[in-house]
Nanobody, 120 residues
Framework: QVQLVESGGGLVQPGGSLRLSCAASGRSASDYSMGWLRQAPGKEREFVAATTWNGENTYYGDSVKGRFTISRDVAKNTVYLQMNSLKFEATDVYYC?????????????WGEGTQVTVSS
């Protein structure tokens, strides 16, 4: 079992920045790829970013490339999502996910989500 706990969401103005954190715990947590997806009410979850178990490879959704950065502290089993130049449409619940293989909508483990609101 892997447990994921997100933090760092909140209210930010357009053009601002936020950093999300996701701490993983569990016997094999360090073996898992981790990442972020987001979801607005009534919509499917959208892939945001992911990184491999060692943090060496990163992947991004097209809508966030160049503005969001995912990183991983292997020693702490924590993944970070630095979000810059935030737009109104980034308002969503952001979920941390972990999977042995590919992080996506069918990931094996999920956090409870953290709300990000972009508003003036």
């Amino acid at each position: 079992q892997v447990q994921l706990v997100e933090s760092g969401g909140g209210l930010v103005q357009p053009g601002g920045s936020l950093r999300l954190s996701c701490a993983a715990s569990g016997r094999s947590a360090s073996d898992y790829s981790m990442g972020w997806l987001r979801q607005a009410p009534g919509k499917e979850r959208e892939f945001v970013a992911a990184t491999t178990w060692n943090g060496e490879n990163t992947y991004y959704g097209d809508s966030v490339k160049g503005r969001f950065t995912i990183s991983r502290d292997v020693a702490k089993n924590t993944v970070y999502l630095q979000m810059n130049s935030l737009k109104f449409e980034a308002t969503d619940v952001y979920y941390c996910a972990a999977d042995k293989f590919v992080v996506g909508g069918q990931s094996e483990y999920w956090g409870e989500g953290t709300q990000v609101t972009v508003s003036s």
